[in-house]
């Protein structure tokens, strides 16, 4: 009876209304609609008021395609309060709505490294962290070098950056995230282009980038040195357990 009802809904064509037209699109659910109520059911009712502020913020700056998601943002929250962390790497800020994130859920005397090669971008989030009073968790640096030092000193990393470089971050954490660390890889579903054919229509950065997310996604499931589990949250997020 299931394998009926799987063929009969695999033979079904999603409508026009139902789903996206370009690859691109932030949301990875074929329904605009089930994804809306995700996030008025579950997200937005329980969403700190700085995070709401920054992501309103956000959604007017001419690049808001780059920040994480709402639901993303309530993931990666919890996550942090389940692995109880205390201190933790991001690399890719942007206007820090999962930096926000991050620092809400660390205790008192957590510690970010937060890295990004554009701190005006940061600055414009700045604001609404101080008035959260987690400012003091936050070591922000401009650049994109990661630190020689600090091996094994942190319990989680975030990477949301320059997709042709995860596999130089992924190395570099081996060093620096300790064993039983947790690693998050931001889009590692790309906007859907990871299964889309070739002549699918795109954005050029997502069509630039698809071959890098691909080339990540074949290593990081060949690493013996993690455990993984990649989830259709926001636009695919790869988590990482380090065991050796």
């Not at 109520?37 to 780059?66: D, F, G, Q």
């Not at 790497?89 to 926000?100: A, F, K, R």
């Not at 510690?111 to 940061?122: G, H, P, Q, S, T």
Request: glycine share 6%; aromatic share 10%.
């Amino acid at each position: 009876m299931a394998t009926n009802v799987e063929e009969k809904q695999g033979n079904e064509q999603p409508s026009q209304e139902s789903r996206h037209q370009e690859v691109g699109h932030k949301s990875l659910l074929q329904s605009d609609a089930l994804y809306q109520y995700i996030l008025e059911t579950s997200v937005y009712p329980r969403e700190p008021e700085p995070m709401k502020e920054l992501r309103e913020i956000t959604a007017k700056h001419p690049w808001n395609l780059m920040t994480t998601s709402a639901d993303e943002g309530q993931f990666l929250h919890l996550l942090l309060k389940l692995i109880s962390a205390k201190n933790t790497i991001e690399i890719g800020v942007y206007t820090g709505y999962s930096l926000l994130a991050t620092a809400l859920a660390l205790p008192d005397d957590g510690k970010i490294l937060a890295m990004d090669i554009n701190r005006e971008n940061y600055e414009l989030g700045l604001p609404v962290i101080q008035k959260a009073g987690v400012a003091h968790k936050i070591d922000f640096r401009e650049g994109p070098a990661l630190p020689a030092k600090n091996h094994g000193a942190f319990d989680f990393a975030f990477v949301d950056a320059d997709k042709d470089n995860y596999w130089n971050y992924h190395e570099r954490l081996m060093h620096l995230v300790k064993a039983g660390g947790v690693i998050g890889y931001d889009n590692t579903l790309w906007n859907g282009s990871v299964v889309a054919p070739p002549d699918a229509p795109m954005r050029k950065y997502v069509r630039y980038y698809r071959e890098y997310v691909l080339e990540f996604n074949k290593a990081i499931a060949a690493d013996p040195r993690v455990e993984i589990c990649q989830l259709p949250v926001g636009d695919g997020i790869t988590l990482c357990r380090r065991v050796s």
